[in-house]
C-alpha cells in the first residue's frame, strides 16, 4: 500500500509563501495522480490541485493562479509552491494519490495564513 508524507507546513504571513512537498513510498504498483487536499476547521475536506501521470493539472478556482503544483516521478513526489497566501488558505493540508488499487492519503501538514 503506498505511504505518504508531507512536510513543509507553518505559519506564515498573509501575501507570504509556503512550499509543500510529499514523498511516496511502498509505489512498486505505480501512482496515477498525485495531489492536495485541504480542510479547514467545521469544513469539509476539498480539492485543491492535481496532477496526472502526464502532467496534465487542475486547480480549484480559489488558487488558481497562486498555487502551483509539481510532481518528480523518479522522486515519487509531488510539490505545491503556495504564494500570496490569505488567512482563508488556512487549513491541515493533505497529500494523495491513487493507482488501480485504491487511493491514498497523507496524513496532513498544517498551514496557518495570520493576517
Known sequence: QVQLVESGGGLVQAGGSLRLSCTASRTTRGIDN??????????????????????????????????TISRDSAKNAVYLQMTSLKPEDTAVYYCYADNYWGNYWGQGTQVTVSS
Open 34 to 67: 498525485m495531489g492536495w487536499y485541504r480542510q479547514a476547521p467545521g469544513k469539509q475536506r476539498e480539492l485543491v490541485t492535481t496532477i496526472s501521470r502526464l502532467r496534465s493539472t487542475n486547480y480549484a478556482d480559489s488558487v488558481k493562479g497562486r498555487f
